[in-house]
């Protein structure tokens, strides 16, 4: 062998021996786990950070909470001008009904970010058989819903409590005293509790009608329709009896209801709030149940 | 592999509506590889489900690695990986993103369950496609990764629902090699169900057969397929072409046969009565043998006998 052959051998990787190349499978070998194991009931921690990191991968969707933050930018300004225009002090004043309002406005990208995040949770599981895999590991199907909700309800809060409760403290911050605050000491329970209502109403409502449907498309157009329908309905029933004691059949007029007795604003329809609250509570009741029937290892079909 | 039983069963009756998927079960897993054999239908993917607890059984008690199924089912998650039937993945996800996110599932720290993704898609032959959607795998790679997600958080047992389902021959035997190498290299236990028995013969020492929601036989296949009496292999001629009869008639003398894949049948003689029963019934019926080899006992044998007790 001359150097040139040689060196030309070293450099090439030896032949694998003919049983080997046969069994190329196992040559990587399988090892058994010795190392240690999360303790239960954290299962639901790596399905919601897993779903959060899959939309904030998706261009589109940064895009629309961006565009849910421009209200946001408004109403600083709006804060902004009030404290230290003086002549926009009576036009722009800021009070509780202003962060109503500010929610209110972000009822229509709550949900677009419903529809967007929430139709595939769990029909695209069940359009790949997902859920058998997910309930074959050491998670209970609570903790999958729960794992579930969590990525909904997160970007929803980000775009209701996060931004609100950042327009308080801008208020504090911009007026120099916190004499707004102990005015208004109301506000950041009335913001809490009715981001909460809001994001747990459309969320569950959202997970229950993305379980009963293999196709994220038909569940988001399912999920317009009750919205949109039920708010006709509402409509409909005020043109005939000329009353909006009938609201309480309307998804979006519950909520307002609640959100204007959170604020201590006057209701703005004729039905009683503790209606109003009881048809939210029994929807997400209602979501509950379905949740509890559709997410299973098994479909049983007798 | 230890013999004490991994997987006990203690009456078990699952009931969907009216009908009984499984109906009285009472049977007992040994450690190792073992086959869960049955027709379509006979109630082995509900066994296996009824022992991850997906299924609640109406009557009846079961057990898996000492670990009661109604009192501890994530206990027995954490210890057991499953490996479904049908096609199953998490949707937008590539292969090593959803082989650590099952290991993290099952409770493995983030860093562990991303080694052993690597090392277990290279165990099962998908290393080289561990960056691709797996939306965009073929049957046999989803097949394989089914196993990798099963096996990612190291499991004590395995339940493998029908692996090679699907597959072409050459990722059937890949398969198999797998499963065989899992249950008798890898101190893995595992149940393997399936409908064919080449499958079960090659990969498990002993095996459970199931007919109509029962238990219809089980034991090792070696002690399974010891002769009770003697088979062979047998070819005939009717007088009227019609072989209905003549397999009555033998039936009715207490003879086993089914039919092979080729036109001969394969008739099973129990006790010592060999050949010489076979021709004295050919000859009482007027049928011609044409063809009459003993034959050895094989898994098909007595997957027969025990279907037709059942």
Redesign the interface.
């Known amino acids: 062998m001359t150097d040139a052959e040689a060196a030309a051998s070293a450099q090439r990787p030896p032949a694998a021996a003919p049983e080997a190349a046969a069994?190329?499978?196992?040559d990587?070998?399988?090892?058994?786990?010795a190392?240690?194991?999360?303790?239960?009931g954290?299962?639901w921690l790596?399905?919601a950070r897993?779903g959060i990191r899959?939309m904030i991968g998706k261009r589109a969707f940064l895009g629309l909470l961006l565009l849910a933050w421009f209200p946001f930018f408004v109403r600083a300004v709006q804060i902004y001008a009030a404290a230290n225009v003086p002549q926009a002090s009576q036009l722009l004043a800021v009070n509780a009904e202003t962060f109503r309002q500010f929610l209110d406005q972000q009822e229509i990208f709550v949900f677009f970010i419903t529809v967007y995040v929430g139709a595939?949770l769990i029909a695209?599981?069940r359009?790949?058989?997902?859920l058998?895999?997910?309930?074959?590991?050491?998670?209970?199907r609570a903790e999958y819903v729960f794992g579930k909700l969590a990525i909904l309800a997160s970007f929803l809060l980000l775009v209701t409590w996060v931004p609100a409760i950042v327009l308080l403290v801008v208020q504090i911050a911009f007026a120099g005293n916190f004499s707004f605050l102990t005015n208004n000491f109301f506000l950041f329970p009335a913001i809490t509790v009715f981001a909460c209502v809001q994001v747990i109403l459309g969320a569950t409502t959202m997970l229950a009608l993305s379980s009963l449907s293999n196709s994220s498309r038909y569940v988001g157009i399912l999920y317009a329709a009750v919205v949109f329908f039920t708010q006709a309905i509402s409509g409909v029933l005020f043109l005939v009896t000329r009353s909006t004691s009938f609201s309480w059949v309307s998804f979006s007029a519950n909520l307002g209801q609640i959100g204007d007795v959170l604020f201590r604003l006057r209701p703005r329809y004729d039905t009683p709030w503790p209606v109003s609250f009881l048809v939210v509570a029994l929807v997400i009741a209602a979501s509950g149940v379905v949740l509890e029937r559709r997410v299973?290892?098994?479909e049983?079909?007798? | 592999m230890a013999d004490t039983a991994v997987v006990t069963l203690e009456g078990v009756t699952v009931l969907y509506g009216r009908s009984a998927a499984l109906r009285d079960v009472t049977a007992a897993f040994a450690g190792g590889a073992v086959g869960l054999l049955g027709p379509n239908g006979a109630g082995k993917s509900t066994l296996l489900k009824s022992l991850l607890g997906f299924v609640a059984p109406d009557r009846g008690r079961m057990q898996v690695l000492g670990i009661d199924v109604a009192a501890a089912p994530l206990d027995i998650r954490a210890r057991v990986g499953y490996m479904p039937e049908s096609d199953a993945h998490i949707p937008g996800m590539n292969a090593v993103s959803f082989v650590a996110y099952c290991g993290e599932l099952a409770g493995l720290p983030r860093v562990d369950a991303m080694q052993r993704a690597h090392e277990v898609l290279f165990y099962v032959g998908l290393g080289e496609a561990r960056y691709r959607n797996v939306e965009t795998y073929s049957t046999g790679m989803k097949q394989r990764i089914k196993l990798a997600q099963a096996l990612v958080h190291d499991p004590d047992l395995l339940f493998l629902d029908e692996p090679t389902n699907g597959m072409d021959p050459k990722g059937r035997d890949e398969m198999l090699d797998l499963v065989r190498d899992l249950g008798h290299n890898k101190g893995v236990n595992l149940i393997l169900s399936s409908h064919l028995l080449p499958d079960v013969e090659y990969t498990c020492d002993s095996v459970v057969v199931m007919d109509k929601g029962r238990v219809a036989t089980a034991g090792t296949i070696d002690a399974l397929k010891q002769p009770r009496g003697r088979v062979y292999e047998l070819r005939v001629k009717t007088p009227s072409g019609d072989l209905d009869a003549f397999l009555a008639r033998l039936q009715a003398a207490g003879l086993d046969c089914h039919a092979t894949d080729e036109d001969v049948m394969r008739v099973f003689v129990p006790g010592s009565g060999g050949a010489r029963e076979l021709f004295a019934l050919a000859a009482a019926e007027h049928v011609q043998v044409r063809h009459l080899r003993p034959s050895v006992p094989t898994l098909e044998d007595v997957f027969a006998h025990a279907v037709g007790e059942a």
């Open positions: 069994t190329s499978i196992r990587q070998g399988y090892r058994r786990y190392g240690g194991r999360a303790p239960r954290q299962a790596v399905i897993s899959t595939g695209n599981d359009r790949a058989n997902a058998q895999i997910y309930l074959s590991k050491p998670l209970t299973r290892g098994v049983v079909v007798a």
